[in-house]
């Protein structure tokens, strides 16, 4: 049983008192109502459906190819799978970039097909406009910045970012940004640890990290790298809890042999 299972339901606002507090924000990524459900259960802060969909879910190698529509679905899954925790949902490439109108059309599509309490938004201040618009309107945003995905092909790769000077006075120029426009929190992703401690420190707003190190308000991780599903991934930052990749290949061949040999079904599985 979760510390946390007295909280009927996870808000924007639990995060502002989670930060004041000092407690710490966890957040894990799913796509589908079982999963959801489990995840749930165990007393997980936030499910994000994220555009990581795409990886895991399609086999695409970047968050570029799922569509509005796509990600509008595997929402609703996950929002009918869950009933404490707060669901944030990743508007998709292209979506938002645009145009400030676009930005909204999409966003409102998203909460009101898809059901999210929330919604994430990659890039800084070129996405102001569309940011300032879609918060104009009382959705609630969370921010992304350092490796943000959807600029895969910008960046040349998913390495570090804001090593240098410049990058990181950039990155603490559009985390104050985000907090002053409104957005109640911010994934840093794939930066150094001290950067985003600092960012962390400098805002009011709790900040999710992901390979950036222990200063941030909250962590994340995909599921299926969280759980071993995808075999051979393991980057420096992730954690494996489960080694679900070889469980689950195992048990698949201790059925396949049961079938084969006769063994399964037995009387009693039989009607």
């Known amino acids: 049983m979760s510390v946390h299972s ?23 990524t799913a796509y589908d109502f079982t999963t959801a459900k489990i995840l749930d259960a165990g007393g997980i802060d936030t499910i994000l459906v994220g555009d990581s969909a795409a990886n895991v879910m399609a086999g ?55 059901g999210a309490q929330a919604l994430k938004l990659e890039g800084g201040s070129e996405i102001s406009e569309s940011l300032e618009r879609i918060l104009k309107a009382g959705i609630p945003v969370v921010g992304h910045l350092g490796l943000t995905p959807q600029s895969v092909h910008q960046f040349g790769g998913y390495g570090l970012r804001a090593k240098d000077e410049a990058e990181a006075e950039k990155l603490l120029r559009d985390a104050k940004l985000h907090e002053s426009l409104g957005c109640f929190a911010i994934v840093l992703e794939k930066i150094p640890a001290e950067l985003a401690r600092k960012v962390s420190e400098s805002l009011s707003i709790p900040t999710i990290g992901i390979g950036a190190g222990a200063g941030c308000d909250g962590q994340v991780l995909v599921f299926q790298d969280f759980v071993g599903m995808n075999k051979g991934f393991k980057p420096k930052f992730l954690r494996q ?31």
């Open 6 to 28: 007295e909280i009927k339901k996870i808000t924007t606002e639990t995060f502002r008192e989670m930060k004041r507090r000092g407690e710490k924000i966890s957040m894990l």
């Open 60 to 114: 695409f190698e970047t968050t570029l190819p799922i569509t509005l529509d796509q990600m509008i679905y595997h929402t609703q899954c996950v929002v009918r799978g869950t009933k404490r925790a707060l669901v944030v949902a990743d508007l998709p490439f292209g979506t938002y970039q645009g145009s400030p109108e676009k930005a909204l059309e999409s966003a409102v599509r998203m909460m009101k097909e898809g």
């Open 241 to 271: 809890y489960l080694n679900l990749f070889d469980e689950v290949s195992a048990a698949v061949s201790r059925f396949d042999g049961d079938v084969k040999s006769g063994n399964f079904p037995n009387e009693k599985e039989s009607y």
